[in-house]
C-alpha cells in the first residue's frame, strides 16, 4: 500500500497510518454477477446471488426485494408449475436487470477513475454538488429505479 499510495497526497498519508493500527484489513474487487439463467431444476436465485449490478450501483436491497416480489407472483400464477413461474420471473426482470448493470459499469470509470486526470475531474464534479443550485437542479428529475 505505502509503495502505491506512499507518495500520493490528499488523504492517503492519514489513511496509510490508520492501517498501522489496524488489527485487520480487508479488499475486494467491485464485480457484477452476470448468468445466463437464475434457475436450475427447482432452485431459483434472486438479488445478488444472481444479478448484482456492483456496489457502485447502490440498490442491491431493492431489486432482491423486488425480485422477491415477482418470482412469489408468478409462483402463484403458475399454479404449481415451478419452472413456468421461472421462466417469466427472468424474463419480466431480465431487461430491468441489464440496464442496471450496463449502467454500473458506465459508472464505474467515474466513480474509481484510472488516471490522475480522471480522478481529478471526479473530484470537481463531486465538488459541484455542494453547490446547493446544482444539487437540487441534479436530483429534481430523479424519479424511479430505471
Given at each position: 500500500m505505502?509503495?502505491?499510495?506512499?507518495?500520493?497526497?490528499w488523504?492517503?498519508p492519514?489513511?496509510?497510518?490508520?492501517?498501522?493500527?489496524?488489527?485487520?484489513?480487508?479488499?475486494?474487487s467491485?464485480?457484477q454477477?452476470?448468468?445466463?439463467?437464475?434457475?436450475?431444476?427447482?432452485?431459483?436465485?434472486i438479488?445478488d446471488?444472481?444479478?448484482?449490478?456492483?456496489?457502485l450501483?447502490?440498490?442491491g436491497?431493492?431489486?432482491?426485494?423486488?425480485?422477491?416480489?415477482?418470482?412469489?407472483g408468478?409462483?402463484?400464477?403458475a399454479?404449481?408449475?415451478?419452472?413456468?413461474?421461472?421462466?417469466?420471473y427472468?424474463?419480466?426482470?431480465?431487461?430491468?436487470?441489464?440496464?442496471?448493470?450496463r449502467?454500473a459499469?458506465?459508472f464505474a470509470?467515474?466513480?474509481?477513475p484510472?488516471?490522475?486526470f480522471?480522478?481529478?475531474?471526479?473530484?470537481?464534479?463531486?465538488?459541484?454538488f455542494?453547490?446547493p443550485?446544482?444539487a437540487?437542479?441534479?436530483?429534481?428529475?430523479?424519479?424511479s429505479?430505471?
Open positions: 505505502r509503495e502505491v499510495f506512499g507518495k500520493d497526497g488523504e492517503c492519514d489513511i496509510l497510518r490508520a492501517l498501522d493500527c489496524a488489527s485487520d484489513l480487508y479488499f475486494d467491485v464485480s454477477i452476470r448468468m445466463e439463467v437464475w434457475s436450475h431444476r427447482r432452485v431459483a436465485l438479488g446471488a444472481c444479478f448484482c449490478p456492483s456496489l450501483a447502490g440498490q436491497s431493492a431489486l432482491a426485494m423486488t425480485g422477491a416480489y415477482i418470482l412469489a408468478e409462483l402463484k400464477q399454479e404449481g408449475d415451478y419452472q413456468k413461474a421461472f421462466r417469466n427472468e424474463n419480466l426482470l431480465w431487461p430491468v436487470i441489464i440496464r442496471k448493470q449502467a459499469t458506465r470509470g467515474s466513480f474509481a484510472r488516471t490522475r480522471g480522478l481529478f475531474v471526479r473530484n470537481q464534479v463531486m465538488r459541484l455542494s453547490v443550485f446544482v437540487i437542479s441534479r436530483w429534481a428529475n430523479y424519479s429505479i430505471d
